[in-house]
């Protein structure tokens, strides 16, 4: 495949170089070449994209999603977390098996369509929607959450067969709900299947202030520092919210080279209380990565939306506008997010030798004036502006049919 | 014209009715009849929107901004207000009229493709720009801001030619800057034509907490207080951004029906520090609009996005999901701002005998799943999803495009 003159190709490589009129040529699923006039006769597959009118750009990944709820939009607007989850439990619990795997297509069209190209999705039937997302040409990271320890031998026995499959878009994730909802045994299981097979387990932490009192009273450490303790953080962990947290415990998370994923629009719709320490997290040099959360707290799986939020929302806090630039904003939702789901040898920049994953914006429509192209696309583009979708290689989206 | 089998209809009637399978006829300019089953025949100039795959509902109503600054997006992000004030204005000194004019046009298109049907803009070349208006067929709220004295004969010429043309698409306003940048003589005339005129005096008031200190140290008052003191203070007076309000100014607000424009994109953009005490305003009962601002602190003319951040903002700000409401964000956006304006008797709801300015929403794309209209429409929908834009009972966007 070809990406034709390219007006303005975003690379999110190690110089967050900007080129312009520049081709891509893309050989079986990977990016071979990037150089101005590249002939076509290069271009095995005669696939062309023709980017003259287009910013060319990495697609967003998506650190933390839940698509088998999309049916489920809108159902639970205005409750705070613990209602909420007493509500929509209750709506999941309905659900079956068809539905769920026919939420998930629904999710992956809707997110896809506007521009993410990797999602970490976890939910219920793991083994059914990796092969819907293998099916469709979506890379995904999947973790079905583990609550007992009876579920343990079925995630190990997920996580060993997608890891035999190299070829699989599917990387697999372990995961467990969060500290109040497991217990003890059930968080270390995920420590150890996490580090026999050296993929990541995955915990919501800090999402309410309840879960602090909570942890505190129970176990007498806040809850970092309880995780710590259990031999839970290194860099295969990865931590979802993170709002309520001391500066010690981010510490602990930059020491321990844990990752994690801000969702700030969820956590805003849900009013969770507090904002997340984003910039202490960044001074610290903690990966962070942008996750939608589902639909029912979002409402959108539009990535967009986190990349324009997430530069208001603590510019704002801080009542400083030089906080976050659209550069920083830009790298959670590419580079940086790539790391979180440690995939950043595979995806996340434009680069040669990396997998291509790579969207297309058309300038013509919603980019006018483009004084400065990233400004344009944090502070302007929605998911809606979104062109063309190539994943792995292949083109998923096109003029924006899925 | 017909607006047929709406699935949908959020009509922003009183009762807030939410009418599904309904035609709307409009005459001329008016909605003459909302029933099932309109004939055609009633249907004079046989124009038809088809809507059984469509939302429709009021167009929005944009309570501040400044379009002749279009040519002006990207250029000064991540900068504090007073600094951003001194580097946007160097920039716009360079704007010759024709750019100004071209920059205003290139606005409207951006607006009105998003769904925005009244908009209230405030720039140089008031005349020009009111006649561009009407051109393009866009209801709109004009006024030049008035810096001294000099300028005052200029407003008044402007005001009476736009009050003679009663089928006029263009409401004149008089506009100061704020109080800082405003000396009191200016103020004062300001008010005698308004009153004069019954017409709207707008003002930039509260935007950061500097103005309160230098209006305290000059005047001895709070900002709302020192307005109240010349007589600014009715139900003809229009402040903008109020961020920095203290609850005995906002009890000043409501006593003397002053109205507010929330511009939550551009403060938190700024950084302008606080949070506008909307539910408190709210709560005294302060009619409130959303404005989008200029695009060099939004940086869109997209009011979808306004009503998805005004209750994300302020559910966070007050840590509690409940305080705001999608229906409440909607009015804001539709009947309230129409008060704003003083334009309610004429917009804001579909209604008979109101004017026809509706916007369709397809409910195919980006709509899906619809278990709650309001809900997606606050929480999911972007000007890009708007299909149809009727102004003044005449199509100016059709299938996107203007």
């Known amino acids: 495949m070809l990406i034709k003159n390219c ?22 699923n990977l990016i071979a ?26 697609g967003l990944i998506n650190t933390h999603t839940h698509l088998g709820m999309h049916s489920l ?34 999710g992956i069209k809707e997110a896809v369509r506007f521009g993410t190209t990797t999602i970490y999705d976890s939910y219920k039937y793991a083994l059914e929607r990796a092969e819907l997302f293998q099916r469709l040409g979506v890379r995904a990271c999947i973790s079905e959450t583990v609550h007992s320890l009876q579920n ?43 580090e026999k097979y050296n ?24 809850p970092v520092e309880y995780l710590h303790s259990l031999g839970f953080l290194n860099e295969r962990a990865l931590l979802v919210h993170c709002i309520w947290l001391t500066k010690g415990e981010i510490k602990l998370l930059a020491k321990t080279q844990t990752k994690v994923s801000h969702n700030p629009i969820s956590n805003m719709k849900l009013a969770s209380g507090g904002i997340m320490p984003l910039i202490e997290i960044m001074e610290e040099g903690v ?21 324009k939020i997430t530069p208001l929302l603590h510019k704002q806090y801080r009542w400083d506008p030089k906080v976050i630039t659209p550069q920083e904003a830009l790298d959670f939702a590419t580079i940086d997010g790539a790391k979180v789901l440690m995939l950043d040898k595979e995806i996340g920049s434009i680069e040669v030798g990396k997998k291509a994953d790579i969207i297309t914006i058309d300038i013509a429509q919603h980019m006018i004036p483009l004084n400065n192209v990233l400004s344009n696309i944090v502070y302007c583009a929605n998911g809606n502006d979104v062109c063309d979708v190539v994943i792995d290689g292949k083109i998923i989206v096109k003029d924006k049919q899925f």
């Open 152 to 194: 343990i031998p079925k995630a190990e026995q997920f996580v060993e067969m997608l890891l035999q499959d190299k070829k699989h878009l599917v990387t697999p994730i372990i995961a467990a709900h969060a500290i109040f909802s497991t217990n003890e045994d059930v968080l270390k299981a995920i420590i150890d299947l996490s």
């Open 33 to 58: 070449r990037i150089a101005e006039n590249i002939h076509e006769k290069e271009n095995n597959d005669k696939v062309i994209i023709f980017a003259e009118n287009k910013i060319v750009m990495p």
């Open 73 to 106: 939009k809108g159902i639970c607007d205005d409750k705070e977390l613990h209602e909420w989850l007493d509500k929509v439990t209750t709506e999941e619990k309905k659900l079956t098996k068809e539905q769920v795997l026919q939420n998930t297509e629904n």
């Open 199 to 222: 993929v990541i387990r995955r915990l919501h932490l800090g999402e309410t202030r309840r879960e602090r009192f909570e942890v505190q009273q129970k176990t007498g450490k806040l």
């Open 287 to 307: 990966v962070i990565g942008l996750g939608t959360d589902s639909v029912v707290s979002n409402n959108n799986l539009d990535l967009f939306e986190e990349l």
């Open 7 to 28: 007006r303005y190709l975003l690379t999110q490589n190690k110089n967050r170089d900007v080129l312009e009129n520049v081709d891509i040529l893309i050989m079986d």
